[in-house]
């Protein structure tokens, strides 16, 4: 079945260094989706990349998608301590009819030293 | 809009006994999904749901079922639970399945003893 594959499972920096993850899927996806989950909290849709390619920024957090879409990242630039938590991407396949299935990967656990 | 509520936060139930969590959405989306949560494993499905009266099994379905009577409602159900279920469970819905977020619920702590 389809696995989506998410690198590293744990990351600690100092405040203001960057972070980046890796998300990187068996086979090719429709879209691949990015979840923030706080420390005792529930995930959150951050945000969905469809096209090869793509990149999109929200501030200081960038999203990739690469061109065979197959993978992804997600970049911080200067982290603060309000960026903790685990962070999901979630790829997404084509199942038949007007319905995709999507893969949660199993998230990487960013921490920040203040 | 509350969007999706499920009820109860925290539960410990012992082993063989039975219960079902809560879950409703307020956003007129029409699918909805179970996930349950261990730690550093990610979010496995358990079961979901693409409109009212249809439910279909997800990665982890053994133990558990689920009905979807409503658009709104979409509970849970343990029956004879084991320590294995031991979990945090989350409810989600959508507006389309995998294109576009999942809103997902604040979650229920379920320890079983």
């Known amino acids: 079945g389809q696995q989506v594959m998410q690198i590293p499972q744990y990351q600690h920096v100092q405040e203001g260094e960057d972070f980046t993850t890796y998300c990187n899927s068996s086979t090719t996806l429709s879209n691949i989706q990015w979840y923030k989950q706080r420390p005792g909290g529930h995930p959150v849709f951050l945000i969905q990349?469809?096209?090869?390619?793509e990149v999109k920024k929200q501030k200081r957090l960038t999203f990739q998608f690469g061109e065979a879409k197959k993978n992804s990242s997600l970049h911080i630039t200067a982290t603060q301590t309000t960026d903790v938590g685990t962070y999901f991407c979630?790829?997404?396949?084509?199942?038949?009819?007007?319905?995709?299935?999507?893969?949660f990967g199993k998230g990487t656990l960013l921490t920040v030293n203040p | 809009n509350a969007g999706v509520t499920q009820t109860p936060k925290f539960r410990i139930l012992k082993i063989g006994q039975s219960m079902t969590l809560q879950c409703t959405q307020d956003m007129n989306h029409n699918y909805m999904y179970w996930y349950r949560q261990d730690p550093g494993m990610g979010l496995k499905l358990i079961y979901y749901?693409?409109?009212?009266?249809?439910?279909d099994k997800g990665e982890v379905p053994n133990g558990y079922n689920v009905s979807r009577s409503t658009t709104e409602d979409f509970p849970l159900r343990l029956e004879l639970a084991a320590p294995s279920q031991t979990s945090v469970y989350f409810c989600?819905?959508?507006?389309?399945?995998?294109?576009?977020?999942?809103?997902f619920g604040s979650g229920t702590r379920l320890t079983v003893v």
């Open positions: 749901s693409v409109g009212a009266g249809i439910t």
């Open positions: 979630a790829g997404s396949i084509y199942s038949g009819g007007s319905n995709y299935k999507l893969t």
């Open positions: 989600a819905s959508s507006a389309t399945t995998g294109l576009g977020g999942y809103t």
């Open positions: 990349l469809v096209k090869s390619g």
